[in-house]
């Protein structure tokens, strides 16, 4: 562990008081913190970059940031998938400068150097003249090598070729997040590609509250219960639920499906079966013909959380969102959603919000359209939730730079003080009750770490 200093002597653990559990506003915005949060934490640890669906095919592919660093992610001949630096080893150019498509060969439009879709340098044109590939060895010049991972689908990298490998670093979460991800045989795939935005806000803003800032909720949102009728109408009771979070800064907000909706379906009566409780309110994205796999896929200790008390929205670290919404119609369907987000650094006041918006693929057509519809009307670009949270993201970017105001803190004083429920069937730090600031006080901690240790 370091000491990481800013210029003026100010230490991360200055900034980040663990006594007091007090945030300094400065660091959301100090522009010096931004460099190094580029090496030592989006340099270091596991980021999402896409799902495999969005390059099906040999030749395929997409290209996305990890951090500030552009990266090219391609489909190869035997079905694996390559993540590289989207950089060329002659000048610096980007190589690829498309957003998706399918290329044997990329070829770089400033002096031609052209590389297969692995990586590997070819050659470039040298005109009956010695140039590169023979002065220096071919090995050298290829495009820079991400470590990939995929998990459910979802295409995970990271330039820590030596650190924690995916399955550490999501930790005891990932028996949560395997009942978002890993729950159908052929798992899931994107709709389409991720819808993005530009915000005038520092990442920070966005991704400590979706380390499950719950409180928000009752105030910024407020419409949702007041409008939309979301809860019975009453938001209260959506406060109230079980959080489960790790010092890797991962977390999700576990709360109670509508109780309306449960009692209409006589979900109270305590001789249904697991497998007729889950017939009642299948969890998002699942049809009752798809519960067998569910089945198959979820221990029963998971399937008995995802009937009683399903995640429904979280963050994984450091800058991933995700919703896992039930959307109660009229008629007593429930459409199911599941959209993940990433906030994507842009400099120390803008972000990328990417909306990634998903369903399972042995889901129906119909069920799938459905989703798609509602994901857009309510998450996103156009959607009507995400509107409020990102009203608040710029205002904070621009008080953390007051003179006065960079000096006062984020308050992350309300602690969990509840036991949990002796049944929890899951592991990982569980905080029962009223929503309060653990997981998002966690998030911070796991941001410390990284700030703090050697890039
Ligand atoms: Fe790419 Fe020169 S920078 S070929
Ligand atoms: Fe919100």
Same mark, same amino acid.
Request: negative net charge; aromatic residues 10%.
């Given at each position: %562990?370091?000491?990481?200093?800013?210029?003026?002597?100010?230490?991360?653990?200055?900034?980040?008081?663990?006594?007091? %559990?007090?945030?300094?506003?400065?660091?959301?915005?100090?522009?010096?913190? =931004?460099?190094?949060?580029?090496?030592?934490?989006?340099?270091?640890?596991?980021?999402?970059?896409?799902?495999?669906?969005?390059?099906?095919?040999?030749?395929?592919?997409?290209?996305?940031?990890?951090?500030?660093?552009?990266?090219?992610?391609?489909?190869?001949?035997?079905?694996?998938? &390559? #993540?590289?630096?989207?950089?060329?080893?002659? %000048?610096?150019?980007r190589v690829c400068t498309a957003d998706a498509g399918n290329?044997?060969?990329?070829?770089?439009?400033?002096?031609?150097?052209?590389?297969?879709?692995?990586?590997?340098?070819?050659?470039?044109? #040298?005109?009956?003249?010695?140039?590169?590939?023979?002065?220096?060895?071919?090995?050298?010049?290829?495009?820079?090598?991400?470590?990939?991972?995929?998990?459910?689908?979802?295409?995970?990298?990271?330039?820590?070729?030596?650190?924690?490998?995916?399955?550490?670093?999501?930790?005891?979460?990932?028996?949560? =997040?395997?009942?978002?991800?890993?729950?159908?045989?052929?798992?899931?795939?994107? $709709?389409?590609?991720?819808?993005?935005?530009?915000?005038?806000?520092?990442?920070?803003?966005?991704?400590?509250?979706?380390?499950?800032?719950?409180?928000?909720?009752?105030?910024?949102?407020?419409?949702?219960?007041?409008?939309?009728?979301?809860?019975?109408?009453?938001?209260?009771?959506?406060?109230?639920?079980?959080?489960?979070?790790?010092?890797?800064?991962?977390?999700?907000?576990?709360?109670? #499906?509508?109780?309306?909706?449960?009692?209409?379906?006589?979900?109270?009566?305590?001789?249904?079966?697991?497998?007729?409780?889950?017939?009642?309110?299948?969890?998002?994205?699942?049809?009752?013909?798809?519960?067998?796999?569910?089945?198959?896929?979820?221990?029963?200790?998971?399937?008995?959380?995802?009937?009683?008390?399903?995640?429904?929205?979280?963050?994984?670290?450091?800058?991933?969102?995700?919703?896992?919404?039930?959307?109660?119609?009229?008629?007593?369907?429930?459409?199911?959603?599941?959209?993940?987000?990433?906030?994507?650094?842009?400099?120390?006041?803008?972000?990328?919000?990417?909306? =990634?918006?998903?369903?399972?693929?042995?889901a129906p057509e119909e069920h799938k359209q459905k989703a798609?519809?509602?994901?857009?009307?309510? $998450?996103?670009?156009?959607?009507?939730?995400?509107?409020?949270?990102?009203?608040?993201?710029?205002?904070?970017?621009?008080?953390?730079?007051?003179?006065?105001?960079?000096?006062?803190?984020?308050?992350?004083?309300?602690?969990?003080?509840?036991?949990? &429920?002796?049944?929890?069937?899951?592991?990982?730090?569980?905080y029962e009750g009223f929503t309060k600031d653990d997981t998002?006080?966690?998030?911070?901690?796991?941001?410390?770490?990284?700030?703090?240790?050697?890039?």
């Amino acid at each position: %562990r370091t000491r990481t200093t800013l210029s003026d002597g100010t230490t991360i653990d200055d900034l980040i008081n663990i006594e007091t %559990r007090e945030v300094q506003l400065r660091a959301i915005s100090d522009p010096e913190l =931004y460099d190094i949060e580029m090496r030592k934490v989006f340099g270091k640890t596991w980021l999402l970059l896409g799902h495999e669906s969005e390059i099906p095919n040999p030749g395929d592919f997409i290209t996305r940031l990890m951090g500030s660093d552009p990266v090219l992610i391609t489909r190869q001949k035997d079905g694996s998938i &390559r #993540v590289m630096l989207n950089v060329c080893p002659h %000048r610096g150019m980007r190589v690829c400068t498309a957003d998706a498509g399918n290329a044997k060969v990329h070829t770089c439009i400033y002096h031609g150097w052209a590389f297969k879709n692995d990586g590997d340098f070819i050659g470039a044109p #040298v005109a009956g003249e010695k140039m590169h590939g023979d002065i220096l060895p071919k090995e050298k010049l290829g495009l820079t090598q991400a470590r990939s991972h995929l998990y459910g689908g979802l295409i995970f990298a990271t330039w820590n070729l030596e650190g924690p490998s995916f399955d550490e670093f999501l930790g005891e979460m990932k028996w949560y =997040y395997d009942m978002l991800f890993c729950r159908t045989d052929k798992g899931l795939e994107a $709709l389409g590609p991720p819808q993005r935005f530009t915000i005038k806000a520092n990442w920070k803003t966005a991704c400590e509250q979706s380390a499950s800032d719950g409180f928000h909720t009752l105030t910024l949102h407020r419409w949702l219960g007041e409008f939309a009728k979301f809860g019975d109408g009453d938001l209260t009771t959506s406060m109230y639920g079980t959080e489960v979070s790790s010092l890797q800064g991962h977390s999700l907000r576990c709360m109670p #499906v509508a109780n309306k909706f449960k009692q209409a379906a006589g979900f109270r009566d305590g001789n249904l079966t697991l497998e007729e409780k889950l017939a009642i309110v299948p969890p998002p994205g699942i049809t009752k013909e798809m519960l067998p796999e569910l089945i198959r896929n979820l221990s029963p200790e998971q399937l008995g959380l995802l009937v009683d008390s399903p995640p429904q929205v979280g963050g994984m670290f450091p800058n991933v969102l995700i919703a896992f919404i039930y959307v109660p119609q009229p008629d007593g369907e429930i459409i199911g959603l599941t959209s993940l987000h990433t906030y994507i650094p842009k400099g120390p006041d803008e972000l990328e919000f990417c909306n =990634y918006i998903l369903a399972e693929k042995d889901a129906p057509e119909e069920h799938k359209q459905k989703a798609l519809q509602f994901a857009v009307r309510m $998450l996103g670009t156009s959607g009507m939730v995400e509107q409020d949270d990102s009203d608040t993201w710029p205002h904070i970017t621009q008080t953390a730079k007051g003179a006065a105001a960079r000096n006062i803190t984020m308050k992350y004083q309300a602690v969990c003080t509840t036991p949990p &429920r002796p049944d929890w069937p899951g592991p990982a730090l569980v905080y029962e009750g009223f929503t309060k600031d653990d997981t998002q006080w966690n998030w911070w901690l796991a941001y410390r770490e990284l700030m703090n240790a050697p890039a």
